[in-house]
């Protein structure tokens, strides 16, 4: 699966935080680097994108047990 339509890396800024999809695929390893990088440095300047990632690992490591 090709990450890049996940969402375009130039619409992804401070301002703009990713949907779940964005997170989830950081969570599965579906993410390119580079979106990855870009979403590192975009949680740890946002809190609320911090709490979708713990709401979303919470909920994953459920379904896997
Ligand atoms: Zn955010």
């Known amino acids: 699966m090709d ?3 996940l969402f375009d890396a130039s619409q992804f800024s401070n301002d703009f935080c990713p949907g779940y999809n964005v997170i989830s695929g950081y969570l ?3 993410l390119a680097a580079k979106q990855r990088k870009m979403l590192e440095a975009h949680l740890s300047m946002c809190r609320e994108c911090r709490m979708k990632l713990f709401d979303l690992r919470a909920i994953l490591n459920e379904i896997n047990g």
């Open 3 to 5: 990450a890049e339509f």
């Open 28 to 30: 599965d390893k579906n």
